[in-house]
């Protein structure tokens, strides 16, 4: 039973990690553009990461 | 040719500038839709002397320009975008900032937070069903599974319950119960409920349910919310490709500023095929101004100095330069806006179909709740047991399914027309529309094309007239030129604004335009008409119609089909409404209406009982539509129109009118069988709850299952048309 409580808080753990990844995704912009986003990454000079957020 | 008249304007008024002298111009351009297009035109506009960042959005067509210093002009951007081949268009900078959509982002951060807790209280509450199949958990096992779930859904369910907390409590501060009222004492009864019942070591407890409930309902309100997005911004792009500019004169030098800030006293400079921005008087110029949108009225009227112009009126062949005697906020549009937000007010007393059946189901299921907790405290239960099967009831008939009932229809039949190029404003015009059972149509513009065609005329004169009818870009000599088709063109053309073309055919002189340019004495016939002769010669009259659109009469029939009675309601003159009226077989037609007269005439219509739809795209029909049950314009319709309508259409297919009603009847209909099957899932749950057969596990089960059956009803294929 005891591993229980160490597999407990490892789970809630990663799937925090999860949800902080996709705040984090929104907050810098990443929805913003999913066209232009699909067409930037054919391009080296246009691959220039996220925009601003404003 | 636009580009070339862009150059000489200055648009700084567009740029917002910080302290430093940096620069952020928006431009919402038309016509990029790949990878090619967005490296293309982000390569040009950077190359530009002074910008220093340029970043196209792909999806919604925004070009995010900086410019680092007053050395680049926005013309210049403006320019190098058209060069390329794409149509630009100027944002308002106060829109520009007013477009960020905070709506959306909160729904989806709920909605990411729901799902986390959703997904990780079934870690510690499927340990507890299995006590169901009798692999039992110790009692300490039990309780402190309970904990953990606690601990992960509490804080989740608080916070993506936000959303609904909030329009439920300001629902309740007006004295009415939406859907979210139950929702929300939903929720926060079933976190009470388990707290309690972990902490006297209880064995159900419902924290999953609490917050896969959220979960489910967010997922339809963030797609709800995506779409409306969706059709708001590009019913708003519609209107910025309109060009809210003005072009003001000012010591000489032209200079563009945003319609709103159009002074009394300006001095505005209109080029043909511009609109007016504003009421006003002609200064300078000769031209011919269109009235239709404003009117309704399809001749065209010849206008000099002194002349008055109303804003939205389209100048066609001479350049005009316009004193402002109004801003764009006064003046006649003021007693139209009133009749507008009279009708907006009267259209916000509508009660949505969810919340009609909120009104009917809060009392019921929360007396019913009431009623187990006291039956069965008297029949001897003990309190605590007594208040968990009343939480079960609450929580069995949460109404995951009715909150889904309404919002999923109406987003699959929203993104149905979407498809079809109509736009839906709202949820709530939808169910209006599926009511109405009258239509009104304006005339120009809408049944017809709004365009001049050349009637009756034997091919040989206008082939006659065609060569100087080429030379010229007036609409009337256009019309003549498309009907007499390729061929020669006259030589040595003079086109003198407003009045007509002259130039050389076959070595003979002749002339094309109005009666006096012409040499016959004019005669106020009302009709639109344009006069032809050589020098010397006999002088030939032409005369010009605005044809119905293509299929106005199949639309009319359909609408006939669907049960509905159709009127036309026209600012034109009887004749040619007459006219238009018998070709589409309509008895019932009123002609020669000003603004208020429409109105009035709906509001009688009202008065009758009758559900109206309008359908109009003239500043005429602005107040009208938003005094109908129900309002559609086409694309193409003045802002005032498209902002007061419920739906715009963007094909040139009427056909839109009867398609959209179809499918609102759908919406309409499917939204009630999804009703009756929760009405019906809600009479065999609720008793099941009183009588204490409901455990977690078959509330889960039950919750989910009644929201995927409505899910499934509102995406099945088979919408009408």
């Known amino acids: 039973m005891n591993i229980v409580l160490f597999l407990v808080p490892c789970s809630v753990l990663l799937g925090g990690l999860g949800l902080a990844a996709f705040l984090w995704t929104m907050r810098s912009g990443q929805y913003e553009d999913p066209k232009g986003d699909a067409a930037r990454v054919l391009y080296d000079h246009l691959d220039d990461g996220p925009p601003p957020g404003d | ?721």
């Open chain 2, 1 to 721: 040719m636009s580009a070339n008249l862009v150059v000489a304007r200055d648009l700084e008024a567009f740029v917002r500038r910080d302290e430093g002298g940096a620069g952020r111009l928006e431009l919402l351009v038309t016509g990029a839709r790949c990878a090619a297009c967005l490296g293309k035109i982000e390569r040009v506009v950077l190359a530009l002397p002074g910008v220093t960042a340029a970043r196209l959005n792909l999806t919604t067509g925004k070009l995010a320009v900086t410019l680092g210093d007053a050395a680049c002009a926005p013309a210049q951007v403006m320019q190098a975008v058209e060069t390329l081949g794409y149509r630009a268009s100027l944002f308002d900078p106060g829109q520009a900032a007013a477009a960020q959509d905070r709506e959306g982002r909160e729904l989806a951060t709920a909605l990411g937070v729901a799902g986390f807790g959703a997904g990780n209280v079934m870690m510690f509450t499927v340990p507890a069903w299995a006590g169901l199949f009798g692999q039992e958990l110790t009692p300490a096992t039990l309780t402190l599974m309970y904990w953990m779930a606690a601990l992960v859904a509490t804080p989740c369910a608080l916070f993506a319950g936000r959303p609904f907390f909030r329009s439920a409590w300001a629902s309740l501060r007006r004295g009415k119960a939406n859907m979210d009222v139950p929702i929300s004492i939903g929720v926060l009864l079933t976190l009470v409920v388990s707290f309690s019942e972990t902490l006297l070591h209880g064995r159900h407890a419902y924290f999953d349910a609490a917050v896969t409930l959220l979960f489910l309902l967010l997922i339809g309100r963030y797609l709800d919310h995506r779409l409306r997005a969706s059709a708001r911004s590009a019913a708003h792009d519609l209107l910025v490709l309109q060009a809210p500019v003005a072009i003001r004169v000012h010591n000489g030098v032209e200079q563009g500023i945003p319609v709103a800030q159009v002074r009394v006293g300006d001095h505005l400079a209109i080029a043909p095929g511009q609109r007016a921005p504003v009421d006003g008087q002609v200064d300078s110029g000769v031209s011919e101004i269109d009235n239709a949108l404003i009117t309704g009225e399809t001749a065209l009227v010849a206008v000099g100095p002194g002349a008055p112009i109303h804003a939205g009126a389209l100048n066609l062949t001479g350049r005009l330069v316009m004193t402002a005697t109004a801003r764009s906020e006064d003046s006649t549009l003021a007693a139209i806006a009133r009749l507008m937000e009279a009708g907006a007010q009267s259209r916000s007393a509508y009660v949505r179909l969810a919340d009609k059946a909120a009104a009917l189901y809060v009392p019921v299921v929360h007396a019913a709740a009431a009623l187990t907790f006291l039956v069965g405290w008297a029949v001897g239960l003990g309190p605590r047991e007594a208040l968990l099967r009343a939480a079960a009831v609450l929580i069995v008939t949460c109404p995951c399914a009715l909150g889904l009932a309404v919002p999923a229809v109406q987003i699959a039949a929203s993104a149905r027309l979407f498809r079809k190029g109509v736009l839906v404003k709202s949820g709530a015009a939808l169910e209006r529309l599926a009511e109405v059972d009258h239509v009104v149509f304006d005339k120009t513009g809408v049944l017809t094309e709004g365009l001049p065609r050349l009637v009756d005329a034997p091919a040989h004169l206008v082939a006659l007239a065609a060569p100087l009818a080429r030379a010229s870009r007036h609409p009337l000599a256009r019309a003549m030129a498309r009907e007499a088709g390729v061929g020669l063109v006259a030589q040595d053309c003079v086109e003198t604004a407003g009045q007509g073309v002259e130039g050389v055919i076959d070595g003979r002189r002749a002339r094309l335009g109005r009666a006096a340019f012409v040499g016959v004495d004019p005669v106020d016939r009302r009709e639109t008409e344009l006069w032809f002769g050589f020098e010397g010669d006999t002088k030939i009259r032409f005369v010009f119609e605005d044809k119905p659109r293509v299929d106005a009469a199949l639309a009319i029939a359909d609408l006939r089909a669907l049960g509905l009675t159709v009127e036309i309601l026209s600012g034109d003159l009887p004749g040619p409404v007459s006219k238009i009226a018998a070709e589409l077989g309509l008895s019932s037609w009123r002609a020669g209406l000003t603004p208020f007269e429409k109105a009035d005439a709906i509001d009688a219509l009202k008065a009758r009982g009758r559900k109206v739809l309008m359908v109009g795209d003239g500043l005429n029909d602005a107040a009208a539509l938003a005094r109908a049950h129900a309002s559609m314009a086409p694309g193409a319709a003045v802002d005032a129109a498209q902002n007061a309508a419920d739906l715009v259409f963007t094909g040139e297919a009427l056909s839109a009118v009867p398609v959209a009603i179809g499918v609102a009847r759908s919406a309409r209909a499917r939204a009630l069988q999804n009703f009756t099957f929760s009405a019906a899932y809600n009479l065999v749950a609720a008793p099941a709850a009183m009588v204490g057969l409901i455990n977690p596990f078959i509330a889960a089960l039950a919750m989910s299952g009644s929201s995927m059956v409505v899910l499934l009803n509102a995406l099945r294929p088979g919408w009408r048309r």
